[in-house]
């Protein structure tokens, strides 16, 4: 399976505090994206790294991207209550309509 | 805004009976997709749909088909509903014209079989 692997598979912090997630995949990529849940709702679109990208920014959010150990990171600043959700990383493959995605880390910010 | 809705937020159906999920997308994407969610087992593609009338299986097609007559429509058909096929189902669309192909996701069903 090409499925991504993300780590931890739970996280608990607290409020204001920061929470970095890992990602870890198996083959080249195109691209590579983070998806946040929220308990019981759709997946949305968070942020895109290209592969020839090393880190991008948005808002709170911070990601980079390791070609070369196959990984990204997820960081979240300044950790909010509502960012208590589950966040997923999926990969894009070059000519691929489809996403390939990890299990998911289950983040709890306690206030 | 993309807005990607689904016919159903709860379901609750007898094994054996035919379950249509339904997916509305409207934005003009060309990509459609069927997933079901399970604990501990993450995002699994079940069918992908390129075109009106096309589609590919996914990773577990098993129990399922689909039907795209129309470009903003994508549904999920249950021939014979099963327990084990209790789960969250999302739909998800996406356009080749963002190159990374983002996919824009429903708010899911969730479908519990007795």
């Known amino acids: 399976s090409q499925q991504g692997e993300e780590d931890p598979q739970a996280l608990s912090i607290q409020e204001g505090e920061n929470a970095t997630m890992n990602c870890s995949y198996k083959t080249s990529i195109n691209n590579l994206q983070w998806y946040r849940q929220n308990s019981g ?6 942020i895109l790294i290209r592969s020839n990208e090393r880190e991008k920014h948005s808002g709170r959010l911070r990601v980079t991207l390791d070609t070369s150990k196959k990984s990204s990171s ?5 950790s909010r209550a509502a960012d208590t959700a589950s966040y997923f990383c999926a990969t894009g493959y070059q000519g691929a309509q489809k996403l390939v995605f990890g299990q998911g880390t289950r983040l709890t910010i306690n206030p | 805004d993309v807005k990607v809705t689904q016919s159903s937020r709860y379901l609750v159906k007898r094994t054996g009976e035919k379950v249509f999920l339904e997916c509305v997308q409207d934005m003009d994407h060309e990509n ?6 399970d604990p501990g087992l993450g995002l699994r593609l079940i069918y992908f749909s390129y075109d009106v009338k096309m589609k590919e299986k996914g990773d577990i097609p098993e129990g399922y088909s689909v039907s795209r007559e129309k470009k903003e429509r994508f ?19 996406s356009s080749y ?4 192909y983002e996919q824009y996701f429903g708010p899911g069903t969730r479908l519990t079989v007795t």
């Open chain 2, 32 to 37: 459609m997709f069927w997933y079901r969610q």
């Open chain 2, 97 to 100: 014209r963002t190159r990374a």
């Open chain 1, 74 to 78: 997820l960081l979240i600043t300044a």
């Open chain 2, 75 to 93: 549904s999920l058909i249950l021939e014979s509903a099963s327990t084990n096929q209790t789960s969250m189902y999302l739909c998800a669309s």
């Open chain 1, 41 to 46: 709702r759709g997946l949305v679109h968070l």
